[in-house]
C-alpha cells in the first residue's frame, strides 16, 4: 500500500458509499474531503465531516500506518494542532497524542474499494511502454487534451526555473538574462555550457558596443572569446579578427575561454561551435539591441526571420576559422532553429511575461507552440502508435512532458489519464 493511493481515495472520495465508522464505532460522513496540501503540515485543509451528530471543520493527515505520526514526527508540530480525523490504512499502534485529544482514526484496511485497487495494481505491475497503454484509448479525448494542454505550461514552467536562477544572478537584468539564454540555446546538448560561458566572459554591455561597430567586431569578439582565433594567420579576414580582438581583449580585459571546454568530437558538422558561433554572430547582427525589445506579439516571427540568414564574406566558402570549402557556413536549419525557439526563446518569453503578469504575452507564448511544427523522436512516434498523434510542437512538447515525468516514473495518480484508467 502506497500513502499516494490513499490521498487519491480520499481526495476524489472514493469512500463516499462506504459505511464509515472510527475506530471507537462512530459514523463518519465525508462532506468535504478538504484541500489538498502539497506542503509541509497536514495532507488536507478545511474538510467537513460529519463524525456522529456533529458536522467538524478542519484538517485530515493520511498514513498508510498510524506509526508513521511518530516517524514522521507530527506531534511536536503545531501546524498538526487543528486535526479532526487521522485516516490510516493500518492501526498498527495507538498514538497517544491523538487519545489524549481525542481524535478519532479512521482506518481503512478491508473496505477500500476493490475494483480501485485492482485497476491502481495492473497500472504498477505493467511493464508496457506506458503504464496505461492498452487502456489509453478509454479514455475521453477532451480530458486527453486539457491534460495535455497542462502539460505543456508544466514543462515550460520547468524549463524556466534556470531561467529563473538566471535572473537573479544578473540582479534583474533582463538583457543579461536573455543573451545567457540565447547563447546556451546556440550550444544545443553538447556546447550548451560552454555556450554559457562564452555569455558570461563577454557580457551584455560589451557585446553591445561592438555590435553597433559592425559585423566584424562581433565575430572578433565571440570567436576570441571562444578561444578559436590563432595568434596569426595566412588569411587576411582571420588577421582581421585577430587584430581586432586583440585590441578587445585588451580594452575589456577579457579572459578567452579555453578550447577544452568545446566538445568536438561526435557533433555532426552543421553543429560544431565555430559554425553555431557564426549563425550566432548573424543572428546578433540582425536582431534589435536591446534584446527585450523583441519581445512582444512578433517575438515568434522576428525570431525565425533573424535565425534565418545565409552566410555572407568570408564564411560563404570556409566552414572553420581557416578551412575553405564550397558550402562554407550554412544557414541554420529549420529544425535547429525551431530547436532553439522552443527549448529557450519561447521558455524565455513566457518567463518575461509570467514575471511582469502581461497575460496577452504569456498566451502569445504558449500559441507560439502550436505555430511550430511537430518535432520528430522516438518517444512522439509512439504516442502517435498509441493514437495520441501532434500536430504541432505544443502537442509533443506536452507528450514529451507526459511520458518522461509521468509515465515512466509511473505518477498515475498524479496524471489525469492515469486518474481515469485507476478509477473504478
Known sequence: MKEELLH???KF???ADQNLETLSKESITILH????NLQDGPDFFNARIKIGNEEWVGNVE????????????????????NLILHVVYNQDVEIDVLTFQKIPTL??????PKQLLVNYTELLNNSDWVPCAAKINTVDDFQINTWLNRLLVERIEGRTLYIEQLFEKYQYDWNSTFLEVLFKGFGFKQNAHAFSMLAQCIGY???????????????????GSAGFLPESSNHFYIQSLVKLFSFQKTKYSIEPITKSEWTFGGVRPPNQPVVRIIQLVRFLYFI???????????????????LNHKGENYWKSHGNIETPNKSGVPKMGSSSIDGIIINSLLPFQFFYAKWTKSLSLMDNALDSFALIKAEKNGIVEKWKSLGLSAENAGRTQALLELKNNYCSQKKC?????????VKP
Not at 107 to 112: A, D, H, Q
Open 107 to 112: 482506518e481503512l484496511k478491508g473496505i477500500l
Open 33 to 36: 474531503p478538504g484541500t489538498e
Open 13 to 15: 472520495k472514493y469512500l
Open 413 to 421: 495518480l498524479f496524471c489525469a489519464i492515469g486518474n481515469q484508467v
Open 8 to 10: 487519491f481515495i480520499w
Open 62 to 81: 493520511i498514513h498508510v500506518n498510524a506509526s508513521d505520526w511518530n516517524k514522521h514526527g507530527h506531534t511536536p508540530n503545531k501546524k498538526y494542532s
Open 288 to 306: 534589435p539591441f536591446p534584446l527585450t525589445d523583441l519581445i512582444g506579439e512578433n517575438f515568434l516571427k522576428e525570431i525565425q526571420s533573424g
Open 205 to 223: 554591455s560589451i557585446l553591445k558596443k561592438e555590435k553597433d561597430e559592425g559585423r566584424e567586431n562581433l565575430e572578433a569578439l565571440l570567436l
